[in-house]
């Protein structure tokens, strides 16, 4: 009986380590999706300001736009170095979609146009797609 109350409080300790250990790393994570975040939107108002007032030509890759829009202050992309990128030119205005690195999940998701982050898609669950769910028409001031 003694064996019993032994095991029962090993087990228990390790369910409350293991538990607390899961409340710290999701705690991390947020607090890493939030400067994240504040990351994106300086990121998306540069690229915001390339697609409304610098007119790339149409054909331009992500990673082209991205390059352009931030060789004033190449800095803006260095958050992002662990992540996949994508930018959706709708409207004259730029949506930048930040997922996980195999571009499966999608992490953060921005309009140019405001300076509040637009969605935090991290915070989903199940996990959302890496695809685009921004509409700037719903976004976008006139």
């Not at 064996?3 to 090993?10: H, Y």
């Not at 030119?89 to 146009?113: N, P, S």
Request: charge should be negative; glycine fraction near 8%.
């Amino acid at each position: 009986m003694k064996r019993n109350l032994v095991i029962r409080g090993i087990a228990l300790m390790f369910l409350l380590v293991a538990s607390a250990g899961c409340t710290v790393s999701r705690a991390a994570e947020a607090e890493k999706m939030y400067v994240l975040g504040s990351a994106l939107t300086k990121l998306s108002a540069s690229v915001e300001a390339t697609v409304r007032y610098e007119n790339p030509p149409e054909g331009i890759s992500d990673k082209e736009l991205l390059d352009l829009s931030t060789k004033h202050d190449p800095g803006l992309m260095d958050p992002f170095a662990e992540y996949g990128l994508w930018v959706s030119r709708q409207d004259g205005h730029a949506v930048v979609l930040v997922c996980d690195k195999d571009g499966k999940i999608g992490l953060l998701e921005d309009a140019g146009c405001s300076s509040e982050m637009d969605k935090h898609l991290w915070k989903m669950d199940p996990p959302k797609p890496c695809d685009f769910t921004v509409k700037t028409k719903e976004v976008c001031p006139e």
